[in-house]
């Protein structure tokens, strides 16, 4: 019989997820906790904060507790039985509503610095639907109220369009209330402002970054080497152009992203812990025409977002 347990897993983990984010009233029960300086521990819970080299970890008592993370820590998933292991995963793929356990030792600042984090491939999705789910969320937030906007101009020079622009202004409420409702959500990135986006461009179906993309990559790392990186997070993000089937062009948007990556830590050093999930938007989101050969040329890109946490950047509402 086949079980259902990774389905109520995953539902257990979207409820979790949103009772943490119910209220400012129920955040405000919130307890810090500070691990002794050596001592080992291991924690369980939900991922509430990530910033570039830490996270926090909400228990089901409203604990939270600060993890640290080192080049040394090990990400990967339970074991599934005896003689299988679990899969490994780089630091990016902890995101905030993210199920986990954490081992580890206690430094002088209270944190629990990562040696082992552990967590479960249905959670994984979860969370990483939360993510996107958000961030479509404020795009067509954005959409609407540009619609929004158009109607109230027709409305104002044509008095036939008056129902246009009230359909518009409900279709503009709705909208306000689910990415009002996203951003209460757990997303990582709401923590971050853009600093600079890098874009690199690919050959038609290649995934291999050619020595102009190295060039361009190798031009921005010295600009990046005399700015001030503290709390910055690197995203990286690839695309396509329509050539192909919408499957295919997705999956060779994520090599492309992951050649980026590769290069990134490679020839510059870039510490894993500051890279947030690499994601491959296919052809999905364009650049230019994709009708004309110029334009296919523009969406056959990697961007490289280099993004600033708002508390360092001085930005927190």
Do not use: C
Request: net charge positive; glycine share 8%; no cysteine.
């Amino acid at each position: 019989m086949r079980s259902n347990r990774p389905r109520f897993a995953g539902l257990l983990t979207l409820a979790f997820v949103f009772v943490l984010t119910a209220g400012v009233g129920a955040l405000a029960q919130n307890q810090a906790q500070k691990v002794p300086d050596g001592q080992k521990m291991k924690i369980q819970g939900i991922v509430s904060k990530r910033s570039a080299d830490s996270f926090t970890v909400r228990d089901i008592s409203k604990v939270e507790t600060v993890v640290a993370l080192t080049p040394t820590t090990v990400v990967r998933t339970h074991k599934k039985a005896v003689f299988r292991g679990g899969k490994s995963y780089g630091v990016s793929y902890i995101l905030r509503g993210l199920r986990l356990q954490v081992e580890g030792v206690g430094n002088a600042d209270g944190q629990l610095v990562a040696s082992t984090v552990k967590f479960d491939e249905d959670d994984l999705r979860t969370a990483q639907a939360l993510e996107q789910t958000d961030e479509m969320a404020r795009e067509n937030q954005a959409r609407i109220t540009a619609e929004e906007e158009n109607a109230k101009k027709l409305a104002g020079q044509i008095a036939e369009n008056t129902e246009l622009a009230a359909q518009a202004q409900a279709r503009a409420e709705a909208a306000m209330k689910s990415a009002d409702l996203a951003n209460n959500r757990i997303n990582g990135l709401d923590d971050f402002d853009p600093v600079k986006t890098i874009t690199v461009l690919f050959a038609t179906g290649s995934s291999v970054l050619g020595p102009k993309g190295k060039a361009e990559i190798d031009r921005e790392a010295t600009w990046v080497k005399n700015q001030n990186t503290k709390g910055w997070v690197v995203a990286v993000v690839g695309f396509a152009d329509k050539s192909g089937n919408t499957e295919a062009n997705r999956k060779l948007s994520e090599r492309r992203a992951n050649a980026v990556i590769g290069y990134l830590v490679t020839k510059h050093n870039l510490p894993l812990q500051r890279l947030v999930q690499p994601f491959g938007y296919g052809d999905s989101k364009p650049a230019a025409d994709d009708k004309t050969a110029e334009g296919r040329a523009k969406n056959r890109r990697v961007e490289i977002r280099l993004m600033v946490n708002k508390g360092i950047a001085g930005t927190t509402d």
